[in-house]
């Protein structure tokens, strides 16, 4: 039997990806003056990646372009480097509302602690809760390459998962389940992080043990894997996996002529 948790999270998936928002398709289809750029991040093996998903105050530019200036002169001296960034195309399961999905990256790992031992460091990094209603960072250093390119003709979801201590094999295991349906439907897995570093303005419930990034090839491929004998055979591994979820569409950013 499901618990009332899993059913729920299932429902949500279902309606999430049974229609296509109006904010999808003006992602995908820019206006004559606006151009879908393509992003792309290279990255070798011992570079730590930092994956930001952040809920600015929207009264508080000032602040936040000042808070940019500060830390990216500082970050600087420590390699600190904006790698890709995509738009928000839609918040399937959150408790907040991110407005995009930003990487960056460090040299090494020497270099990510360098910055945060820095004297500056902290007083800039005090400021956050002023400027965002949420600010949340992942953080893990590549155990081999990482090269991804983000095609405005694609879709890309991620999922940030708490995985359940007393199942701890079983989101794998829901994933490797349902790998050749989601192959099937036009989705490929793309990068995932496991035990992230995690920091946050508030954080209520530990860092989660993964990010799985998906790029898939039309809206619909999420709806054509539920479809699937895959699926219905190892959905049930998803709710006994995980003790939480934050579920996430997203596509690349339009940028003005």
Not at 19 to 31: D, H, L, N, V, Y
Not at 166 to 177: A, F, T, V
Not at 184 to 206: D, L, V, W
Request: aromatic fraction near 12%; glycine fraction near 6%.
């Amino acid at each position: 039997m499901l618990s009332i948790r899993t059913v729920a999270v299932i429902m949500s998936l279902s309606a999430a990806f049974t229609f296509t928002p109006a904010c999808s398709q003006s992602t995908q289809e820019a206006s004559p003056k606006s151009v879908v750029t393509m992003e792309s991040l290279t990255l070798k093996k011992g570079q730590v990646l930092s994956i930001i998903l952040p809920q600015a105050k929207p009264d508080e530019a000032a602040a936040r372009q000042e808070y940019y200036k500060k830390a990216f002169m500082l970050g600087a001296r420590f390699g600190l480097q904006r790698e890709a960034v995509l738009a928000m195309d839609d918040v399937i399961i959150s408790d907040y509302q991110p407005s995009g999905l930003i990487f960056y990256s460090y040299p090494d790992a020497a270099a990510e602690r360098g910055l945060s031992n820095a004297p500056e460091w902290p007083a800039i990094k005090a400021s956050r809760p002023q400027i965002w209603e949420e600010l949340k960072i992942y953080s893990a250093e590549l155990k081999s390459d990482l090269n991804l390119t983000f095609d405005p003709s694609k879709s890309y979801t991620l999922v940030v998962a708490w995985l359940n201590p007393e199942n701890p094999g079983d989101y794998q295991r829901y994933l490797k389940g349902i790998e050749p349906a989601v192959a099937a439907a036009g989705g490929r897995f793309i990068y995932k992080m496991h035990n992230p570093q995690y920091e946050a303005n508030s954080i209520t419930n530990g860092a989660p043990g993964q990010l799985t990034f998906v790029e898939w090839d039309t809206l619909d491929g999420f709806t054509k894997v539920r479809g699937s004998a895959e699926y219905k055979a190892n959905s049930r591994y998803f709710g006994s996996g995980t003790s939480k979820v934050e579920f996430y569409r997203m596509t690349t950013v339009k940028k003005s002529d």
